[in-house]
């Protein structure tokens, strides 16, 4: 663990995303090992990486699409 004593090198957080397809449905996880979207955005799941993107999309035959919080 890396200890941070001057808030200037602090480094930034990555921008966090929700993922929606194109029946404006949001991922809210895996299901028996496939993405799972639902209506109910309340049960999005938060994403900061883009390489998650890349392996729910090999998961789904929908166009993905991601919306920054």
Known sequence: MKAILDKK???KPE???IVLN???QVFCGLQGGYPAFSD???SA???ENDEQI???QKGTSYKLE???I
Do not use: G, H, S
Request: charged share 40%; glycine share 0%; proline share 10%.
């Open 9 to 11: 090198n602090k480094p």
């Open 15 to 17: 921008p966090t995303f």
């Open 22 to 24: 194109e029946l404006a």
């Open 40 to 42: 109910d955005f309340d």
């Open 45 to 47: 799941k938060y994403l």
């Open 54 to 56: 890349k392996m729910i």
């Open 66 to 68: 991601k919306e920054f």
